[in-house]
């Protein structure tokens, strides 16, 4: 066994420092000698870790040495084939998922409440997506995990998929019954990806879903900056045994930055190291927090948090209790409404607030005194400003109708046209409601009037819309036909 | 040899006592704790080193921040405490044979215990039947009171511990919730002069003043207390601490103070300029 108290990346940084080495390659700073504000504004110990690739220092995009050894660590402590450090963003993690095994036309099957990141994806290599309609609560409003019915029946419809993209956990904290589908999956010849920018903490936790690689995907992205603990930007990227991942570093090093920053490098390093060694207690105490906050939050009265109870066996196969999801409507406010109140009236940001939830991250850095912050904050929303209990709209599931390939439409002739008059045309662009992130439309495919009405009333209850080039989303491009 | 204990007032500002002989010194899930014999003031007790309360002044703080909400009025019965581990908030309002029920909410019981082995001069009433202790978050515990108490004192740290929570809006909305219709919030204040205490304040004052219809701003002199001038917060629903006053019938009471009286407490709540402005321009942030 290795020793996972090593912080390879970390350590090699200090060496360097103590060494004295000369500068005269970039980046320009020189560890802060040449720009006094930058080490007033984040310290000297920071400024003078940000180094540029050399021997002693390895190399991102081709290791041999500290980078290596803490790709293998990562990858014992992941329990993966290989774990690539990545550092644009869980973004660039699961667009390379994508890219690794989507060539132009390829299918690739994928819910329907998948990351921007991977529409922008199947943009630029030309993948074209088949989608599966996730279950959708309708208590809630929240799209679920995909039926493994959806799954087999799908997969006998389009043979020649490459891959099926699974979320482990959604934002909301469901997962798929990710072990069938990897098996259906395989007996079709075709990989499992596996979107885990939420779901940092299956791999150490007990008694929480499966993680990717347990599961025997076959790649997974990991958002470590989430709920692990690094540096905003630092993630990683999990092949299992199976993958050649040296294969998958030529695809990797098509987009990675060559400026690889020792900052997110060392700050995956120390993440990983804390995760592996304390990662099962801290994510006791997280369950524990939330756990508790979802007890008392249900004794407020108007609130629903929900937990454990909407596992139905298939959408819902498990559910991640670290997530505090909160609904809110039979208090009368729209999740993103009881968000901005939380934010301008008590100083308490949360993650996001959609049509009908708040959702409220619990990691590594909370208190319980922040937890009764929040809890204190709900009790008094309820108290002074619930309304008259509001229906949830139908559902926020929205059947995409796919005419062409993302990648056609985006670079397809374009119109714009006022969002009100555009039902009936396709869609060259992306359109989000922002929070909570999911597409509402991908390029290529076809406006209706219930797309329309939805945008309306999310912008109305104060959600951002994201994706188009209007940035007031009043005019969409459209494909010209 | 000499020792001195000196706590910041400001990062230019200096406070410094000397000190006979440190009696007590522990770290708590929450805080350090230190208890120091002096010669000038006598026993004191520190919390991350901030000076808490001495021998020789403590009266000051405890008479004003009981007697005030309790001569505006006489009927109170229910008594929420929260903070105030030192036991000096509750000997004062053990006095009042007209209040039935005193709950104290410390989040800290390794203060209490050591405030009733070392500091016997306050933490000399935690065993009268009217007093029921509990060791939670005060924001945890007011949140599921409704319409229980008469007044609330709130005694605690400065807001940049575990204090933290006291200064929130959602608390003191749990305590409007959690307090009757001629319900009284009492809080330590912070001082108007050195400016990071003067924000705290300003922040507490527009919190406050949000949510409850009458609110005041009073003063003392605490010597030990950064600037030694320091506020306290007086909210409520309906009752005005000047015009529902009575002196008579607090003095038929027959109380003795050291530094309350009634017609300091009507001079208390006048105040300087400075900080009427301080206030005011907190109304309009």
């Known amino acids: 066994m290795t020793n996972q108290n090593e912080t390879p990346i970390y350590d090699a940084i200090q060496q360097y420092i103590k060494n004295r080495i000369v500068s005269f390659d970039v980046p320009g700073h020189k560890q802060g000698k040449g720009h006094k504000d930058l080490v007033e504004a984040f310290g000297t110990k920071c400024i003078s870790m940000d180094l540029n690739s050399s021997k002693p220092l390895d190399n991102l995009t081709h290791p041999t040495s500290s980078i290596r050894r803490a790709e293998d660590l990562a990858a014992e402590a992941f329990n993966a084939g290989h774990a690539f450090l990545i550092l644009n963003g869980t973004t660039a993690a699961v667009q390379n998922m994508i890219f690794y095994c989507c060539r132009k036309n390829d299918k690739i099957i994928l819910p329907r409440n998948v990351h921007k990141s991977v529409i922008n994806a199947m943009v630029i290599c030309g993948a074209e997506p088949v989608y599966i309609n996730p279950g959708v609560n309708t208590e809630f409003g929240i799209s679920l995990g995909m039926s493994i019915e959806d799954i087999k029946k799908t997969v006998r419809d389009n043979p020649s998929a490459k891959a099926i993209l699974v979320n482990n956990p959604t934002y909301y904290g469901i997962c798929s019954n990710l072990k069938e589908i990897v098996r259906i999956a395989h007996n079709a010849g075709m990989l499992v990806l596996v979107d885990e920018a939420h779901g940092t903490h299956l791999y150490f936790g007990d008694d929480l879903p499966i993680s990717g690689m347990e599961a025997g995907a076959d790649i997974a992205a990991v958002s470590i900056h989430k709920t692990g603990g690094s540096l905003t930007q ?32 060392a700050s995956l390093d120390i993440a990983r190291k804390n995760l592996f060694l304390n990662g099962k207690d801290i994510f006791k105490k997280v369950c524990n927090l939330a756990e508790y906050a979802r007890n008392e939050v249900n004794k407020i009265g108007g609130f629903r948090a929900f937990g454990n109870e909407i596992i139905n066996g298939d959408t819902v196969y498990a559910f991640d209790k670290t997530k505090l999801s909160i609904h809110t409507r039979a208090m009368g406010l729209a999740g993103i409404e009881v968000y901005d109140i939380l934010r301008d009236e008590f100083g308490i940001q949360i993650e996001f607030g959609d049509i009908g939830n708040i959702l409220a991250i619990i990691s590594v850095g909370d208190r319980e005194l922040e937890i009764e912050r929040l809890l204190g904050a709900l009790s008094e929303i309820h108290r002074r400003f619930r309304k008259e209990p509001m229906n949830m709209l139908e559902h926020e599931y929205i059947n995409p109708l796919v005419i062409m390939s993302p990648q056609k439409a985006f670079y397809s002739k374009k119109r714009a046209l006022p969002i009100e008059d555009s039902a009936g045309h396709i869609s060259a662009e992306l359109v989000m409601a922002y929070p909570p992130g999911i597409p509402v439309l991908a390029p290529g ?37 | 040899m000499e020792l001195w204990y000196t706590e910041n007032h400001t990062e230019d500002v200096k406070f410094s006592i000397r000190v006979n002989k440190q009696i007590y010194s522990a770290q708590s899930e929450f805080q350090r704790i230190d208890i120091f014999d002096s010669k000038e003031f006598g026993r004191f007790f520190t919390l991350d080193g901030l000076m808490m309360l001495t021998e020789k002044d403590e009266f000051i703080y405890h008479d ?35 209040i039935e029920k005193i709950d104290m909410v410390e989040i800290d019981k390794m203060v209490v215990d050591a405030c009733i082995k070392y500091i016997p ?60 219709k001629s319900g009284i919030l009492v809080n330590q204040h912070e001082c108007p002069y050195y400016a990071d205490y003067a924000r705290s304040m300003k922040s507490a004052h527009k919190r406050i003043k949000e949510l409850f219809p009458i609110t005041r701003v009073y003063q003392a002199h605490i010597p030990t207390y950064p600037s030694g001038h320091w506020l306290f917060g007086f909210a409520s629903k309906i009752k005005d601490p000047i015009n529902d006053f009575n002196a008579e019938k607090w003095s038929a009471l027959g109380l003795k103070t050291r530094y309350y009286n009634t017609d300091l407490h009507k001079g208390c709540f006048a105040i300087p300029n400075y900080v009427k402005e301080l206030l005011e321009s907190a109304d309009s942030e």
Do not use: W
Request: one cysteine or more.
């Open chain 1, 234 to 265: 630092s993630s990683m990227l999990l092949v299992s045994d199976k993958i050649d991942a040296e294969d998958m570093r030529q695809t990797i090093n098509l987009t990675q930055t060559t400026s690889g920053s020792y900052l997110l490098m």
């Open chain 2, 121 to 180: 001069q306050t933490a000399s009433k935690f065993n009268d039947s009217r007093v029921n202790l509990f060791f939670e978050d005060g924001l945890k515990f007011v949140r599921d009171k409704v319409d229980a108490y008469d007044l609330i004192i709130v005694d605690s740290t400065d807001p940049f511990g575990p204090g933290e929570g006291l200064f929130t809006k959602e608390f003191y909305g749990n305590c409007y919730k959690a307090l009757t």
């Open chain 2, 64 to 98: 004003m921040i009981v007697h005030v909400p309790l001569a505006t009025n006489p009927d109170i019965h229910n008594v929420l405490v929260i903070g105030a581990g030192d036991g000096g908030t509750v000997r004062e309002l053990t006095r009042y044979e007209t």
């Open chain 1, 445 to 481: 495919e076809r406006i209706t009037e219930e797309i329309i009405d939805y945008v309306r009333y999310a912008k109305e209850k104060g959600c951002a819309m994201m994706g188009t080039k209007d940035e007031t989303m009043n005019n969409i491009e459209t494909v010209e036909e």
